[in-house]
């Protein structure tokens, strides 16, 4: 268990939502907050976030849609506990439960969680996309398992996702700009393909895009309209505001 002194107490969405992190080591960001927009929930669904952490994501998606179910997967045990406490203390406690299991355990575990295959109609997820054999990675344990990815991270998460999905179900990821071919090639099981490049503000390249993908699916993939996080002199931009502080959505068509 995380000691109180070794975390802290941060809010999101204008301060809606509390969560307790670590001090040090991997902490959640904006992709936790843009990841949940993403996602295309409805009340009564059933919802499981891989790679959880503190439970950022899950959290604020399951805050913003009522009566959503959602599953909380996360591998490191402190980090589980630390995301059930924050279910609880936010009120969420009824409505989300927490697995400490690896995104990459045998069917069986995941169906002890109450997971079984073809369960559920959404998983999101912010996999680990550094290269360390390209980009230096963290001497903190914690943080080099969340960020640094091995040659099968990605479609190993996205298999477990494709499990984990019932048909027509939807999986929504947010991942580096610069992998979205990595990313196009991982979705075998899935079509329907949307993508949402997220800039850091006007003429600058794409640093991360966020892919929503229907098990099945059969549109053509489309590359939707841009979202700006800043503006050119660097201010946080009206649409990043009203997701990031205001619990807005990213208008996704299915």
Known sequence: MTAPDDTTEDAVLGGRLVLRQPRRGHRFGHDAILLAAAVDARAGDQAVELGAGVGAAGLALAWRVPNLKVALVEIDAALAALAAENAARNDLGARVSVATLDVAAAAADFARAALPPASVQHVLMNPPFNDPARQNVSPDPARRRAHAASADTLAQWVGRAAQLLAP???????????????????????????????HPKPHVAAIRVLVRAVKGGGA???????????????????????????????????
Do not use: H, M, Q
């Open 168 to 198: 027509s179900g939807t999986l929504t990821l947010i991942w580096r700009a610069a992998g979205l071919a990595e990313v196009l090639a991982a979705l075998k099981d899935f079509g329907s393909i949307a993508v949402v490049p997220v």
């Open 220 to 254: 053509p993939l489309t590359l939707l309209p841009p979202l700006r996080l800043n503006d050119a002199d660097g201010r946080p931009s009206p649409a990043a505001e009203a997701i990031l502080r205001g619990g807005a959505t990213i208008p996704i068509p299915s």
